[in-house]
């Protein structure tokens, strides 16, 4: 009877511990949750990570970052590659993010001279972007922010900006558009006198080398997001454009984003 009574006693203690531990699991804020390594990167490759703070281990800003806060120091997480813009040089390198924990291999770099403080940024945040990384993405997902702690016990905060192709729910196309020197008067329903963009489209052969012009020059009767025109100046630029899945009632259903500005001519002439 003895051991039948100490039996019954060490189960119950057995049992409340293991509902006081699960009790302690579900309530721990701490506690991450489980998140598929794909799933976790096709979260950061869905924003560009703009820097907005960066202090030392004591909590100190880290003077050569500064620089990269007022000029868009900007991380962009692709597939399986990082890439640093902003800086005199652009950085890249392969990496992988899993359970929070954001591991960055060796970066490789552009080797363009530039000022002295540009160049500081650059040598700074190659520095402390490498190895393991703690990573922890907070905020709604309108505005989400990236703090990573590197190994030193530095903190660089970066906030979220969604892609073209969050934003627009499209994979791009690229495509190579001509701009006049000059803007054509064309019809719109709510401006006067509005003034289009005229382009045509350009293709490249195999060596890189443009082709002969092979589309008449017409109006584009919208923007084109990131460029701005100047009087007088032939343009050549490398757009994405994008089909906008939930357009406003007012809006286009295809998008162009500037990618690259190709050539550019301010003789005011169109060949």
């Given at each position: ?5 100490l ?34 990167q096709?979260?950061?490759?869905a924003?560009h ?5 960066a202090?030392d ?23 399986q ?28 770099s ?58 627009y ?17 064309c ?23 443009q ?15 990131g ?17 906008w ?27």
């Open positions: 009877m003895k051991q039948n009574i039996l019954v006693a060490v189960c119950a203690a057995l049992l409340q511990a293991c509902t006081s531990a699960s009790t302690s699991h579900e309530g721990s804020p701490s506690m991450p949750t489980t998140t598929s390594p794909a799933a976790a096709a979260e950061l490759s924003y990570w703009n820097l907005a703070s202090t281990a004591s909590g100190k800003p880290i003077a050569d970052l500064t620089t990269g806060i007022e000029r868009k120091l900007r991380l962009n997480f692709g597939d590659q990082l890439n640093i813009s902003g800086g005199c040089n652009n950085q890249f390198g392969g990496y992988r993010y899993q359970e929070g924990v954001l591991k960055v291999q060796q970066l490789a552009t080797m363009m001279a530039c000022d002295k403080r540009l160049m500081d940024m650059d040598t700074q945040i190659g520095r402390l972007l490498k190895g393991d990384l703690r990573a922890v993405v907070t905020g709604a997902t309108e505005a989400p922010v990236l703090q990573l702690t590197t190994q030193d016990g530095s903190v660089l905060k970066l906030q979220g900006e969604a892609t073209p192709e969050t934003r729910g499209s994979k791009g196309q690229t495509r190579f558009l001509e701009v006049a020197a000059k803007t054509v008067k019809s719109h329903p709510l401006i006067p006198n509005y003034q289009c963009l005229q382009v045509r489209e350009r293709h490249y052969d195999d060596a890189g080398l082709l002969p012009p092979q589309d008449a020059w017409h109006p584009l009767y919208q923007s084109i997001e460029y701005e025109h100047r009087d007088g100046v032939r343009t050549v630029l490398r757009v994405k454009q994008y089909d899945k939930n357009p406003p009632a007012d809006a286009p259903s295809q998008v162009y984003v500037l990618d690259l500005v190709v050539e550019q001519d301010a003789s005011g002439k169109n060949p």
